[in-house]
């Protein structure tokens, strides 16, 4: 019996085919083969192979998955796109679409992770996951986040500025008692929001109840004296039984913010975002995702935690002391987290590590206004104190939306002074396209005056 090369039930479809249908999650793939040993390469054959794997076949055919079976379940062959490569490899950017249908009854995270993003990497050379489209259907089986931007924007009653975040420091170690001083000072400077290090645990000296209990104290008392409210993020990473049952308490003890890393899965994110006993916006820690980069680049990865109900999360950036993505990926992370995307609210981006506020110019220029500045030696660093540290944030944002450059904005403000002098004022390299050389860009070159 005749047997086509390629089979059309997976080969034979391009955007045009499942649009109307909105039934599909489309990955978006960037594989790269080679083959040392010989002249031919079937790449759709790779395709093909690596396809399967996140629906429905084996190695060897099995007589029981039908072209029926295959039509209504097996990924879909989407794009093709072929990239230059040298002799004896193959590099292409590949769109695979894989049927909601496998998830009619039972959607869920772990299983959709499985297919996008599964066993499909152990064939190319490499392969790295670009972006996924979420059809609408399977996104209304989520809720997203409770808050996102406009929610946090409200509790906290500013809605025309970037928000600024203390990180608590050292990791780990402090009583309740020396948290609760720490981050009561840098409420008094103004900090919108303070959070517990992801690295944060119960010590023996620190209780989970007793540190939210003195934090939520001094923030109290801080809001009391300068009519400013500060939200705590406190960390409830822990075992899986565990997280959802911290949060809960948390939340009936008045926890004003959560902290989860993502260490505990996605899953488990999308568990508390949608508990409506859990009633504190949730701030996820990308520590560990950060293994996962290789692979799966940040956009989809920030597209998939925003989906499962984060509020705000942390985002790559250039002006980091952990400079784990390009300036684009970074950029493109932001624009992922706030872009419209069904029922699903934006949230929050926090381009952290090593941030202060001489970095607040070219952070803000490339983030936009719905962002948070995240800090812990860049407020706690500051030689004039935890106040001032934060005061000194405030004095930068401030001037940079007044388009004041911060050198100017520091002469009558000792504490943005103090912070530009420890640490320095970043301004961005500007890049002069589509002019001959730059002597000819009118930005540029010299003025005929």
Request: charged share 20%; with cysteine; aromatic share 8%.
């Amino acid at each position: 019996m005749f047997k086509p090369l390629y089979d059309p039930h997976m080969f034979n479809f391009t955007w045009e085919s499942i649009v109307p249908g909105d039934d599909m999650i489309v990955g978006t793939y960037y594989i790269e083969d080679v083959v040392e040993d010989g002249d031919f390469i079937d790449h759709l054959g790779q395709v093909e192979r690596l396809a399967l794997e996140g629906s429905t076949a084996s190695w060897m055919e099995v007589v029981e998955e039908t072209p029926e079976l295959r039509d209504r379940l097996a990924s879909k062959v989407i794009g093709y796109y072929e990239v230059p490569a040298p002799k004896g490899s193959r590099r292409a950017v590949i769109q695979l679409g894989f049927p909601t249908a496998a998830w009619d009854v039972n959607v869920n995270v772990p299983m959709m992770l499985l297919s996008i993003a599964g066993n499909c990497f152990a064939f190319p050379t490499n392969m790295r996951l670009l972006d996924i489209y979420i059809p609408e259907k399977l996104a209304q089986k989520f809720q997203g986040p409770k808050f996102g931007v406009p929610g946090i924007r409200d509790l906290l009653g500013v809605h025309d500025r970037p928000l600024v975040l203390q990180i608590i420091k050292p990791k780990m170690g402090m009583t309740p008692e020396e948290t609760a001083n720490q981050v009561y000072q840098s409420a008094l400077g103004g900090a919108d929001l303070v959070k517990d290090d992801e690295m944060c645990t119960e010590l023996a000296n620190c209780p989970f109840d007793a540190r939210l209990e003195a934090v939520l104290r001094a923030l109290e008392k801080a809001e009391k004296e300068t009519g400013h409210k500060t939200i705590y993020m406190a960390s409830i990473t822990d075992e899986v039984d565990r997280v959802q049952e911290k949060a809960r308490r948390a939340s009936a003890a008045g926890a004003t913010g959560l902290l989860l890393a993502y260490s505990a899965g996605p899953s488990m994110l999308r568990v508390i975002a949608e508990d409506p006993q859990v009633t504190a916006p949730i701030l996820l820690h990308v520590s560990h995702m950060l293994a996962l980069l290789p692979t799966i680049n940040f956009p989809v990865l920030a597209k998939i935690c925003r989906l499962c109900g984060a509020d705000m999360m942390l985002t790559p950036s250039i002006w980091s002391s952990i400079p784990v993505a390009s300036l684009e990926e970074a950029l493109r992370t932001t624009q992922t987290l706030l872009a419209p995307m069904y029922h699903i609210k934006p949230i929050w981006t926090m381009p952290g590590a090593g941030v202060h506020p001489g970095s607040v110019e070219p952070m803000l220029a490339e983030n936009g206004k719905d962002m948070i500045f995240m800090a812990g030696g860049g407020i706690l660093g500051h030689p004039m104190g935890y106040t001032a540290g934060a005061k000194a944030f405030r004095q930068a944002i401030d001037a940079a939306l007044e388009g004041i450059p911060l050198d100017v904005a520091s002469q009558d403000k000792p504490e943005l002074r103090a912070a530009l002098e420890t640490w320095g004022y970043r301004k961005r390299p500007a890049t002069r396209w589509g002019y001959y050389n730059k002597e000819f860009h009118p930005k540029f070159g010299p003025k005929n005056i």
